[in-house]
């Protein structure tokens, strides 16, 4: 068993950046997924007898089927191999998420004193590294450098960890409620600024995933978003790799005097 917002069931042993997400067997599994490799050959008919549910995508030599909902996910490795299991299981749960408040963000993730921060950005801006900034200036966790999970719950949003991190090492269990997410651009000057309307809504959704195979889904992570910008506010840094970058977030977010 798994605990990554809600409780999920495996039927197999996964990498090792799931174990820090185990959990003692729950009365009641929100999300359960069988990996199997039964696939067999009939008169040079290639033949998926354990697949339950419609097939709804492949990634690499995993075929992925779901039930309507998306809380029964059957995974068939082709040849037995796991190649493409990953991303598949990353698509899995937030497709299972996209209808329960959740959504997966490109970003890394850190908490400040109990509060979260998500700094977004393309592969290569200086994600991990602004993190990283935070860690040693701030005494900040970084919880993921490069993918997190955001989930609406009790009026709040927060972050949370997940097993995937990219090619950053950082990856822990925690969450955290969300005081902002900053937008990463490199400069040679530190300057920061509030974005809003459909700036602020076209920067953020180049790092929401949405699961497009599922059109429920992707409604339903729409609003979420909608609701994360109505919330928490977004600000784009354009910044240098240094202290003062640190301390321009820290005065914007949390002390509100710039």
């Not at 929100?30 to 490799?37: A, G, Q, R």
């Not at 029964?72 to 598949?88: Q, R």
């Not at 900034?133 to 997940?162: F, Q, R």
């Amino acid at each position: 068993m798994y605990q990554i917002i809600y409780t999920i069931s495996v039927n197999s042993s996964l990498k090792k950046e799931w174990d820090i997400f185990q959990c003692e067997d729950a009365g009641y599994v929100d999300l359960n997924i069988e990996i199997n490799s039964n696939v067999y050959e009939y008169g040079g008919i290639e033949v998926f007898s354990h697949m339950k549910y419609p097939l709804v995508f492949r990634a690499e030599n995993s075929l992925v089927s779901a039930n309507a909902d998306w809380s029964y996910v059957d995974v068939t490795l082709l040849d037995g191999k796991s190649d493409g299991l990953d991303s598949a299981l990353s698509a899995i749960v937030m497709t299972h998420l996209s209808t329960r408040n959740g959504l997966l963000v490109h970003a890394s993730f850190v908490d400040y004193q109990g509060k979260g921060i998500l700094f977004i950005g393309p592969s290569g801006i200086g994600k991990t590294t602004q993190a990283e900034l935070w860690a040693k200036y701030k005494n900040a966790t970084i919880i993921n450098g490069d993918m997190a999970l955001v989930h609406y719950e009790n009026s709040k949003y927060y972050g949370y960890g997940c097993p995937w991190h990219g090619s950053s090492t950082y990856c822990e269990n925690r969450k955290a409620e969300l005081y902002g997410i900053i937008v990463l651009e490199q400069a040679l000057e530190n300057h920061i600024e509030r974005l809003t309307g459909i700036t602020m809504v076209d920067r953020v959704m180049r790092n929401v995933f949405l699961p497009k195979w599922y059109e429920e889904g992707v409604n339903a992570a729409l609003c979420t978003v909608d609701g994360l910008l109505s919330t928490v506010p977004v600000y784009l840094l354009k910044c240098r790799i240094d202290e003062q970058a640190v301390e321009l977030v820290e005065r914007v977010l949390f002390k509100k005097n710039v």
